[in-house]
């Protein structure tokens, strides 16, 4: 019987087993002979943050999805970390990251379609030769391709991947003392959690979680997952407004990535940060709570008081549309007065007013519209 499979990529297949064995195999018995310490522990969590933020404000917010301008020095640090995340180059990784949002969910095109199950869309698809002509094609990236930093990391992306998994826990090891230790710790156990954590938002994170945001793709909202993502797993929020330099939008959602974008921007070395604009983010959310309440009320019994119920959610949804649509308008319309520096005028006195006023209808809005929607729900 002939397989109609690809054939298998034998060297994948071999760094992401052996990779894996060793760290739950010969890092328990080395903390058990030998033992580690506090500044291996420390150098484990310093390497893995440099391969997981690489990946994600670099790789993924940078450059697959332009949300922002990075200077030459970040953009080498970042390379030279997604090298040592040993993820392929910055070229590749953002073709296939760039289809996957076109296509999300595509089985024949989504490199990673959460569609073909959870293994294949978190390691299988990498252990397979699935798609052998994107090994050529990078056509989606020819913004990339005049960065000469792309290209460069791209060029001596195996060379760059060797010595910095074997070079940087090596050095670590000579100065702290125990080669061995850090081979296993700042070497194996940081790579097997660094691809293991990233490739959850692949996986984990286009099954579970919520979905605030859309109903159109699988990409699902995980705090927790964002946890050990540096911020990725916002991913419901994140496939509908990719542009965003931000996945959690709120200051209390855990997105280190956007914390380290913002800092820098402080100090010169990013700009032109993107964000969504508001009222967009909101209406979506509104609408897919709408939407969720409309099928839940149409799921109960036909009668005259489910039929007053749905004409009373979209009465009150239609209210909370144009009440944002109003306060957003006029929220715009003070930011341009103010840059014009008109706001001293009387005439903008009396528009602060209505402004003011608009906040205050949209945020009565806001609370009848969830206090009506929890009680249909
Ligand atoms: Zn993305
Ligand atoms: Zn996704």
């Known amino acids: 019987m002939t397989s109609t499979k690809p054939p298998v990529l034998w060297l994948n297949v071999a760094i992401f087993t052996v990779t894996f064995l060793i760290a739950i195999i010969a890092t328990p018995l080395h903390a058990y002979f030998v033992g580690f310490d506090a500044a291996q522990w420390l150098m484990l969590l310093f390497a893995f943050s440099f391969c997981g933020m690489s990946i994600t404000a670099g790789y993924h917010r940078l450059w697959s999805h332009k949300t922002y301008e990075a200077n030459a020095v970040v953009r080498f640090i970042f390379a030279i970390g997604g090298a040592f995340a040993l993820q392929n180059s910055i070229l590749h990784w953002s073709s296939d990251h760039r289809i996957h949002h076109r296509y999300v969910d595509n089985n024949d095109k989504d490199p990673y379609s959460a569609k073909m199950g959870f293994f294949y869309s978190h390691i299988g698809w990498m252990l397979r030769e699935y798609q052998a002509s994107r090994y050529s094609d990078y056509s989606n990236c020819r913004d990339l391709q005049k960065d000469k930093i792309v290209m460069w990391q791209h060029k001596y992306y195996v060379p760059l991947a060797i010595v910095t998994n074997f070079g940087i826990p090596f050095a ?59 911020g990725e797993g916002y991913h419901n929020f994140h496939h509908i407004f990719e542009n ?48 969720r309440v409309q099928e839940t009320l149409m799921g109960s019994v036909e009668s005259k008081a489910t039929e007053l119920k749905l004409a009373r959610l979209d009465e009150e949804y239609e209210l909370l549309l144009k009440k944002i649509a ?51 729900v």
Request: aromatic fraction near 14%; proline fraction near 2%.
């Open 326 to 376: 109003d306060y957003y308008g006029a929220k715009k319309r003070l930011i341009e007065l103010k840059k014009k520096k008109l706001l001293k005028s009387y005439e903008n006195f009396e528009f602060l007013q209505q402004y003011n006023e608009m906040k205050r209808m949209l945020e009565e809005q806001r609370k009848s519209w969830q206090q009506l929607t929890a009680q249909y």
């Open 244 to 291: 965003d330099y931000r996945n959690g939008i709120r200051w209390w959602q855990f997105d280190p990535t956007k914390w380290l974008i913002k800092s820098l921007s402080w100090l010169g070395a990013t700009k032109n940060l993107r964000t969504s604009p508001e009222d967009r983010i909101e209406k979506a959310k509104a609408r897919m709570l709408h939407k």
């Open 172 to 230: 670590f090891g000579l100065i702290h003392g125990d080669v061995w230790g850090a081979l296993l710790l700042v070497g194996v156990v940081r790579l097997v959690l660094s691809h293991h954590t990233t490739f959850f938002i692949n996986s984990l994170a286009h099954v579970w979680g919520s979905q605030p945001y859309t109903e159109k793709n699988s990409a699902r909202d995980n705090g927790l997952l964002a946890l050990l993502t540096f």
